[in-house]
């Protein structure tokens, strides 16, 4: 049965002005997903992965037997997604994370997850005073008031390197230039689809992790959103 994605998470539809919103936008691969829910934590902020959303869209679509780039089939995925499975190691391949590039390029789709990003940000679960959400289209689309805005990059040889790592570890053996071509692929989609695409916004601290370890990386995020968080922290009305 059909349910508009807010309906099966029961946010509302008002948006809080008063919520803290850390933006992590940025290219496959670039270690912003880790960096964000390491901001999330030290910060003790709730934590969205959006790509999630699209890869679990995408995964409906396939499940389906559809075709991810139809829009009645994408969006009927869109309004499908089995949060169950937002952990699992299923919506992971890079075959889905094409498939969810491919679902992602439709207004439609993309309309359909609009609310429930922007409800998580106004109302962030666990009574958090704010949220971090990673993406392609947080602090250009979702949400560009966010307190605190990251580009997040690498250099794509350093990413397909990293994916290749992530990968062996898994156990799964792919030729290091097949993931480049791929990586260089997806982000060249997702650069130029004409709905939301992936774009630094004007006011975003970019972040190159191509020479950094995970915790120079995650030093480096900090520095940058630490001031306007912290301020934004101390000056939010309590009560
Ligand atoms: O971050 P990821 O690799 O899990 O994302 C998978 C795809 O989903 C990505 O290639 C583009 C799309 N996506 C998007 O269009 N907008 C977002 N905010 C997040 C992901």
């Not at 959006?50 to 409906?60: K, V």
């Not at 602090?139 to 560009?144: A, E, N, R, S, Y």
């Not at 260089?184 to 774009?199: I, Q």
């Amino acid at each position: 049965m059909e349910r508009p994605i807010e309906k099966i998470r029961g946010y509302g539809s008002a948006m809080s002005p008063q919520s803290i919103v850390i933006a992590v936008d940025g290219t496959a691969a670039s270690g912003k997903g880790t960096l964000a829910k390491k901001l999330a934590q030290h910060f003790g902020f709730a934590h969205l992965d959006s790509g999630a959303l699209y890869r679990l869209a995408a995964y409906s679509v396939l499940e389906a037997k559809g075709d991810p780039k139809n829009e009645a089939d994408a969006l009927r995925g869109a309004q499908t997604i089995d949060f169950n499975l937002a952990g699992d190691a299923r919506i992971r391949t890079d075959f889905i994370g094409q498939a969810a590039s491919f679902v992602a390029a439709i207004p439609a789709v993309r309309a359909a997850l609009l609310d429930f990003q922007r409800n998580f940000l106004a109302h962030p679960p666990g009574g958090s005073p704010g949220a971090v959400m990673d993406g392609r289209d947080i602090g250009t689309v979702i949400c560009p008031g966010a307190t605190a805005k990251l580009y997040v990059d690498a250099r794509p040889d350093v990413r397909a390197r990293r994916r290749w790592t992530e990968l062996k570890a898994m156990g799964i053996r792919r030729g290091e230039g097949d993931l480049l071509k791929e990586l260089n692929a997806r982000d060249a989609a997702d650069k130029s689809r004409p709905v939301s695409p992936l774009v630094q916004a004007p006011d975003a601290a970019l972040l190159d992790t191509s020479d950094l370890g995970i915790d120079a990386a995650f030093a480096a995020a900090l520095a940058l959103v630490s001031a306007k968080v912290e301020s934004a922290l101390k000056d939010r009305p309590r009560g």
